[in-house]
């Protein structure tokens, strides 16, 4: 355990069932926080998988499905204190061949969908006066444009507007909200990128991979943990005068804020 304060709290983690999340969701456990990981992967609508720990079947693109999970957590009084919203999906698509379908879905999921967790689950910590945190993981494709992730960068901006707004409205009901902006995160998601990415490009997937480490100052892609970690930081004590803000956790291949 790093931080004894953060004992008992409740933690709700948004798309923890793999990759970023599921690192999140451990490294709250071990911080004997109560954990709730909601995820559109699991079956129940809420069960409890050990004593401080949760999951329930969440798709952020219904609203119905968010506000189902919000009386959920009111009525067994797990309004949470810690705030983490994960989940997101990307496509490879070319600006100018790109399909609309693909565009609205991409902002269905990362953009609408950030934005109806942020609104219902923050609203009803305000609401309980409960001073709490909010992290957002978007990306450092929320800052800088990436061939062939146009609207993957277009939804990821989006988030970070969603953040600093959020973190501007409820600063004086002392709710802190900040965003995390990973560089290449070794997970699901990325190894299917390169794969898309490679037939996009006409390249080969280990071209892909060499090429992503080479772009890296730290010399390696990030692994989970590595945002975990600054997760962490954020929920923890020592971001007490931290908000409105979106950092970056890239291994130096992303340098400005
Ligand atoms: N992996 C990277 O290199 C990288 C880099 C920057 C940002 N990110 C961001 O980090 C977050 C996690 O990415 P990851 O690499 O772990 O991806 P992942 O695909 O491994 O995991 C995403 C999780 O979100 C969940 N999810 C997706 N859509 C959902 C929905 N509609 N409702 C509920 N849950 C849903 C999935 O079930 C999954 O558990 C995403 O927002 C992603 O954009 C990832």
Known sequence: MVFPQLKQKI???????????A?????????????????RQYKDTFSQTSANAYQCFLDICEEASVLRLRDELVKR????????HVAGISIMDDFLASQT??????FAVNTRGAYLVLRTFTAEMKQVKKAGRVVVIASQAGKNPYRGMTAYVA?????IGLTKNLALEVAAD??????VCPGIIETEM??????????LRGLTVAEIEAEDASQVPLRRTGTPQDVANVVL???????SYLTGQAINVTGGMTMHG
Do not use: C, M, W, Y
Not at 155 to 159: D, G, L, P
């Open 77 to 84: 009084q797990l309004v949470p204190d810690v705030l983490i």
């Open 11 to 21: 933690v709700l983690v948004i798309g923890g069932a793999q990759g970023i999340g």
């Open 190 to 199: 990325k190894q299917r990128e390169r794969v898309d990415g490679a037939k």
């Open 155 to 159: 939804s990821k901006h989006a988030v």
């Open 233 to 239: 930081f954020l929920a923890s004590p020592l971001a």
């Open 23 to 39: 690192a999140v969701r451990r490294t709250f456990l071990s911080e004997s926080a109560v954990v709730i990981d909601a995820d």
């Open 101 to 106: 379908e693909d565009f609205d879905r991409v």
């Open 174 to 179: 002392g709710i802190q909200v900040n965003a």
